[in-house]
């Protein structure tokens, strides 16, 4: 059996988790404090999003050094405490890779500006039309064009994401054993996780203007990704049994995924990719204001768990991580039914067949921040819609609502940990959210009815029950308006998983229901007829053998 399959892994954004040297930034120290409550919570893996050395024009993500520790989050002697203290523990660290671009501060890319060709060759410096205007039409992630000019070499750079962080030319075998010898020296520092941003963005087929979409065609799902990962697992993580590794796909396809993650074709473990997260958006647009479509939910879950299965694939199971707005607020009730409905949507994560994924907070119940200001946004790409949707004719409580809606800030604000907040004892780098009263980890702790002890008993039970990490799944009632239930086989033992996503009761009629037991559920009491009644949230795991 895989060794991951049982496991769970907690997401760590190490600037909004914990200060200790009271800067008002969280910190590895911060993180090496908090290991005794994460051994609590049951955790095995602690994915770090980036902490190396960045000018921090998107939080991290633009790196100026792939070997160094960001002064602002600590030294190399701090990590090495860290990984060694939550090793003690049973809990390894999985560090973020960001090999799609490096920032525009790396050596190399100072390098290419100088002229220098080997470094030149290590991105993609394009020259123009012959009238001189951009290489292509495509546009960026963040807004804009993908191109940047560079006057003395007159030549565009390519960037997918913002302009300081320039795209890695894989095409080049050189900048693959680069990448690889910096998976093998935090390999040699002990790490034993590795999850690569936006991995199946680093075959870019063709550079051609896009007169149907914005150029994700030529950059998305290239046919060389397969080639580029298998490569890299061979010359690193793959040389090594116990290392797990899980790649993020932008606009990714089901049967891609297969093809990354499976065990034949040694490229990655699992893959996130974000179907499920954009049923909230109007037209597929993300800056858009709308209730989530349950249906569209539901359908892809099932997709993605029967196609992944049947592929012999594995999926990373989430619903938040720092990119995205907190799942209590989107797909749950964080007001009347708060309790009930986190600990619903960790019940429909939890129970599917893959590898669970929480994210900071999650497991206390941590709300979207609800910001009415502007200046209370810290995150780039958040500010430069503000300005878009404005130009647009939005009006300022249209794109407010927007902002509280998908705003990635709604995931960064500080991690609650006490009555008075407990991330730092000076002012935070961004404001918390004020529920952190009511919401925080030494409440939690304290009340045995806590989402923070539901979340524990969920991990405990995929260590105690072989068919929640091993077992087949099987849809059922796909078409009820307001439940999204499954099956789950294995060997001679039968789980159905039951989720209630609105807050009116409903009546459901299943013969035999009498012969389960409820392994979990999120309310106190059950009576199991074939008449059953879910009231509002309601979970249900029900269990027999």
């Known amino acids: 059996m895989a060794n991951f399959h049982d496991k769970v892994v907690y997401q760590i954004y190490p600037k909004s988790f914990c200060d200790t040297n009271h800067d008002g930034l969280g910190d590895i120290k911060g993180v090496t404090s908090k290991l005794d409550y994460l051994a609590y919570l049951g955790v095995d893996y602690l994915w770090l999003n980036p902490f190396f050395v960045s000018p921090q024009k998107d939080g991290g993500y633009d790196i100026t050094d792939y070997r160094k520790i960001d002064p602002a989050y600590g030294t190399m002697e701090d990590l090495e405490e860290l990984i060694a203290e939550a090793k003690k523990r049973h809990i390894y660290l999985m560090f973020d890779m960001v090999f799609n671009h490096t920032s ?102 063709a550079f051609e203007d896009d007169f149907e979409g914005v150029g994700k065609r030529f950059y998305t799902d290239g046919p060389l990704v397969h080639s580029y990962l298998h490569e890299l697992n061979r010359r690193s993580f793959g040389q090594h049994e116990d290392i797990v590794t899980v790649g993020e796909m932008s606009a990714t396809s089901i049967t891609n995924c297969v ?112 910001f009415t200001d502007i200046h209370q946004y810290r995150d780039v ?76 008993r969920l991990i405990q039970l995929r260590k105690q029950y072989p068919i929640i990490s091993e077992g087949s799944y099987e849809p059922i009632l796909p078409d009820h308006p307001s439940i999204y239930a499954f099956k789950r086989t294995y060997q001679n033992e039968v789980m159905i998983v039951l989720n209630h996503f609105y807050d009116k009761e409903v009546q459901l009629s299943l013969d035999g229901i009498e012969d389960y037991e409820v392994l979990i559920s999120n309310y106190p009491s059950h009576t199991l007829t074939p008449k059953l009644v879910l009231r509002p949230y309601e979970s249900l795991v029900l269990y027999k053998k």
Not at 184 to 196: A, C, L, S
Not at 262 to 274: A, D, I, R, S
């Open 381 to 456: 790409e958040s500010i430069n819609y503000y300005h878009i949707l404005k130009e647009r004719g939005l009006s300022e409580e249209e794109v407010q609502q927007i902002l509280q809606d998908k705003s990635r800030d709604n995931a960064r604000s500080p991690m609650q940990w006490t009555r008075d907040g407990g991330f730092s004892d000076v002012e935070p780098w961004m404001e918390m959210n004020p529920n952190h009263v009511t919401i925080n980890v030494e409440d939690s702790i304290q009340d045995a009815d806590s989402i923070l002890h539901y979340y524990r």
């Open 259 to 370: 093809g990354y993650t499976k065990p034949e074709n040694q490229e990655l473990q699992m893959t996130f990719q974000f179907h499920h997260l954009k049923v909230d958006y109007q037209n597929k647009e993300k800056w858009t204001h709308m209730p989530f479509d349950f249906q569209e939910l539901k359908q892809l879950l099932n997709d993605w768990q029967t196609g992944m299965e049947k592929g012999q694939g594995w999926n990373a199971l989430f619903w938040n991580c720092h990119d995205q707005p907190r799942s209590v607020s989107r797909f749950g009730n964080d007001k009347e039914y708060h309790k009930e409905s986190a600990k619903m949507l960790a019940t429909v994560m939890h129970m599917q067949r893959g590898t669970p994924y929480i994210y900071q907070g999650e497991e206390i119940g941590m709300t979207n921040n609800y």
């Open 104 to 205: 525009t501060t790396h050596d190399w890319f100072k390098q290419a500006l100088t002229g220098n060709e080997k470094y030149q060759q290590y991105y993609y410096f394009v020259k123009g039309k012959e009238d001189g205007s951009m290489p292509t039409n495509w546009e960026s992630k963040f807004g804009g064009p993908v191109w940047q000019y560079v006057e003395d070499l007159d030549a565009y750079y390519l960037h997918l994401f913002d302009p300081t962080q320039a795209d890695l030319n894989w095409k080049n075998p050189e900048v693959r054993q680069e990448l690889a010898d910096i998976v093998n020296f935090w390999i040699d520092k002990g790490v034993k996780g590795f999850r690569f941003d936006v991995i199946n963005l680093i075959d870019k087929v």
